[in-house]
């Protein structure tokens, strides 16, 4: 059986179930997005955005799915412990794929006109706020994994920050993945920053047992005029959990966002983000850190789009391969016709450090104006022999000097990080994993692949 | 009064004539259009092959009709209609007799006399030993026998399959298998005249050889194939031009290139397409569809691609180079420049599978008009290849705001000890550096001229002397007044 079927034939014979427990906004789009997965069916990896990737196989096991929204008997607010101290953020939690709105501490306090809830409760309370975003970025003729994420996704996030409303703490979205059987989760995340708005947000992904977990996730981010927005996702699950992450920012003229992706565990992580800059002087930047062991698969592809004229943008990834990890970065620019000023920069560095390890780059630019100044560049290589010999002549063992090495240069993307708290704290989680010390948060389920 | 200049460029560009768009008029033995086996039968019979090709040509025929042709390119690909082209055009071939060979059409050599390739010895530069190609057939190859002294063997393939079956039969396909890809396949299934080198071991090719390529027959296509074989400790260096008459239909040509090259011996291989690149609205022009690669087989061996491309409506052509000799070197050097509607998707492959390899991709992309530029590269370093040290480099300039340069390279690294590196930009020739120019007197079009020289120096330096003169002539003709 073609690993479609099954999800063709879960959505037949639960659609009831499925449009019941959601919102009529998330239910409109149900159908065809049904009938576009069924037409396009996963990519295979001729297609050159899924080159890197057999989605089919990810999705080829068997996974329960929470489709009649049973309450999960946890309380992360007091199972979940994240340990970034000294940051001082409003803490949400996301289960599985649903809100948590339980036996809530400390509900934090937000500004007027911030709104953080589940998406499916706004969708019926505030449609007007759901139904002009939902569905405009992710199109599901687009991608078969925002097809799939449409028709089966029942709730998630919804942000919302009203016009020059400025978010003085950074929230911070822990998405934790607790299960007793094998779970597949489909989260949907929508974040609308109008104009003038700020926020800081940072988003979290743990799993809180060993079981083999599945999530799919699309989030539609809106910035609007002179909005500004620092989105920083990190990734500390276990070897069993496969992640397809598809994030689509939508900028508006001078608004400037950050998007950070750091993946320090995980099983399969494929993470797309793709960015439209359609209002002038509109600026992004994008950071990822990847650092993979065991058979980690992390597969990063990006596309920014220059629609307009005078816009800026700026990448730089960065991988870690141990062991038998594969890495993937592709990365593609694109200047369409009369975006002239454009400014672009997109840098991958990667460091292979055992034999087995094996990583794949492709920048990409495809230009259509001329006055335009772009560029890229690509490495892959080791560690600077001139430099790991100057600090053994200085006493310092060949071990430490590699992990010194290794951990400057993943610092250049944590140094782009403007919360200091995560910064250090990521430093440190860094380093730890660097020295195969239990580099993860300590909520987190201990599994077979933490080193301890 | 700087715009109305500007505009009479354009103007001027527009309307400059191909310089070698004419035809000549010559009687010539052009089969029946379409393809079938019995096609191939026929144009291996024509050649008088021996059976095992025409097994060869046939199994690649069989194969070919089971692909699809690539859409991955960034091309907007005219549909080409297989049947409706002509796969064997002999010009050489006289109406009244039947094989009249060595005695050469005055109409031919007058032909090559006017696109600057005098077929008579006397004449020739000296350097340069010449294999004269039009549409299916080979018309001369010149200096045969002062090379023959040196044991070199350098002649059409067709007559190289004549006189050494053997060593075509060993190498043909060696490097290209007709697997590869579809226009591969249909090049195996078909092809017709092309050189065949052959340099023995520890010799060094006293001049630099020579192959012209012309379509001249209406409804054709060229399907050349070159072989070049170089051992041991021998080297050479191997030039191709090539050019066509305008017409308002798309020629196609699909030609494979094969270059083996053994321990420490070293091989150049350098070329200067021109073919017609259709009008200023795109009409017409040759679709060259190509798949050139050379095999590092031996330890120490080099290989160097120089390209520099004006020509054709469509290109496709990634020269590669698959480096298994431990120590190996291989080089690509490419300047490519569309205008109007041109387009181009060219770059390279290096295969790193040996140790200590070594591999450099210098590419320099020029648009300008409508056209659209695109480097496509894949670096592979294999599991094997200890120390594979790479560095790319591609650079794109745009002239003009509707024209496109696009740049895909892929990298895929699989030994902890290699040493991958790409770097590329994307830029205009900025106002500053034309405003200084013109400063000093010199007029825009010089300055453009200039500036679009220094950019392309790095690889108009690794052609030899007369390439390097003729080439920096043609990035002139190819993009006069064409800045915006």
Known sequence: MKSEQQYIELYEANRDVICAHSAPALNALRQQAFLDFCSKGFPSQKEERYKYTDVAAAFAPDYGLNLNRLSIPVNPYEAFRCDVPNLSTSLYFVVNDQFYDGAVRNRPTLPEGVVIDSLSRVATAHPEWVEPYYGRLARSGKDAINALNTMLAQDGLFIRVARDVVVPRPVQIVNVLRADVPLMANRRVLIVLEPGAQMQLLVCDHAMDSHAFLTTQVAEVFVGENANLELYELEETHAANTRFSNVYVDQAANSTATVDHLTLSSGLTRNRTDVTLSGEYAEISMYGAVVADGSQHVDNNTLIDHRVPHCQSNELYKYVLDDHAVGAFAGRVLVREGAQKTVSHETNANLCATRSARMYSQPMLEIYADDVKCSHGSTVGQLNDAALFYMRQRGIPEDEARLLLKFAFVGEVLSNIRLDALRDRLHHLVEKRFRGELGRCAGCAPTSTCKL | MMEERRNSFVREVAEKKYEYGF??????????????????????????????????????????????????????????????????????????????????????????????????????????????????????????????????????????????????????????????????????????????????????????????????????????????????DAYVSYLEGCTAPMRDENQLHAAIVEIVVMENAEVKYSTVQNWYPGDAEGRGGVLNLVTKRGHLRGVNSRLSWTQVETGSAITWKYPSCVLSGDGSQAEFYSVAVTNNHQQADTGTKMIHLGRNTRSTIISKGISAGRSQNSYRGLVKVGSKADGARNYSSCDSLLLGDTCGAHTFPYMDVQNETAVAEHEATTSKISEDQLFYCNQRGISTEDAVGLIVNGYAKDVLNKLPMEFAVEAQKLLGVSLEGSVG
């Open chain 2, 23 to 232: 035809t000549t008029d010559v009687h010539t033995e052009i089969i029946e259009k379409g393809l079938s086996e019995e096609v191939v039968r026929l144009i291996s019979q024509k050649k008088g092959e021996p059976d095992w090709l025409l097994q060869f040509r046939l199994e690649a025929f069989r194969y070919w009709q089971t692909l699809e042709p690539p859409t991955w390119g960034h091309l907007q690909m005219p549909s080409v209609d297989f049947q409706d082209i002509s796969y064997y055009a002999d010009p050489t071939k006289k109406p009244s007799q039947g094989d009249a060979k060595g005695e050469i059409d005055p109409e031919l050599m007058k032909t090559f006399d006017k696109l600057g390739i005098p077929l008579e010895e006397r004449l020739a530069l000296s350097g340069t030993a010449v294999d004269a190609v039009m549409d299916s057939v080979s018309v001369k190859t010149t200096f045969r026998e002062k090379l023959r002294e040196k044991g070199i063997i350098f002649c059409s393939i067709s007559e190289a399959v004549r006189e050494h079956p053997d060593l075509v039969r060993e190498y043909l396909g060696s490097v290209v298998p007709y697997r590869d890809n579809f226009y591969a396949a249909l090049n195996s299934a078909v092809f017709s005249d092309g050189s065949f080198v052959y340099i023995p071991r520890g010799v060094r090719c006293p001049m630099e050889l020579s192959t012209y390529f012309r379509i001249n027959a209406r409804g054709t296509g060229q399907f050349e194939r070159t072989l070049i074989v170089c051992c041991d």
